[in-house]
């Protein structure tokens, strides 16, 4: 039936499995497109489809032991955990708007007003508080460290 252009249909099954990978983005996909690719080079020189067959597990075999972990390792790696919701104003620097007791008070933090406390030292207006946690809609400040200071 396609006599001549098994090249073509494992090119095809290529295009499948990349676009499937968009999807997952797991690296599985395209590891097995490149099996496809490799069948469909062996049918263009003109192997029987058992051979194509072969040359296709063969190469997405080897792709997926090979360059599939050293590519997941590397996407990881390079992208850092981002931190989401309050956790991510954890270390963030703001400023007292009012004084800051441990029964409470504001900071300006990321240019929004935040209900604080401190669990010590009163902080005065206009100082440079730490975001050392945050507890519920509170944040729990410090005195920020001047360095060199």
């Given amino acids: 039936m396609f006599e001549g252009h098994a090249w ?9 499995l990349v676009a499937i ?14 099996g496809a690719a490799g069948a469909a080079v062996a049918a263009a ?14 190469v997405a075999v080897a792709l997926l032991a090979v360059v599939r972990p050293w590519l ?7 992208s850092p955990t981002q931190l989401m919701g309050t956790a991510a104003h954890v270390g963030r ?23 604080a406390r401190t ?7 206009g100082e440079e508080v ?5 507890d519920g809609a509170t944040a729990i400040v410090s005195r920020a460290h001047l360095v060199g200071g």
Avoid: C, H, N, Y
Wanted: charged fraction near 15%.
């Fill in 8 to 16: 073509m249909v494992w090119l095809g099954v290529a295009l499948v």
């Fill in 130 to 134: 730490v975001v050392d946690s945050i």
């Fill in 21 to 34: 990978e968009t999807l997952t983005v797991d690296f599985t996909f395209l590891m097995l497109a490149g």
């Fill in 45 to 58: 020189f003109g192997a029987p489809p058992a051979v194509q067959a072969v040359v296709a597990a063969l």
């Fill in 93 to 115: 620097s703001a400023v007292a708007l009012d004084r800051v007791t441990p029964e409470g008070g504001q900071v300006k933090l990321a240019g929004e007003t935040w209900s």
């Fill in 72 to 78: 997941r390792s590397r996407f990881q790696a390079s």
């Fill in 119 to 125: 669990l010590g030292d009163s902080i005065e207006p």
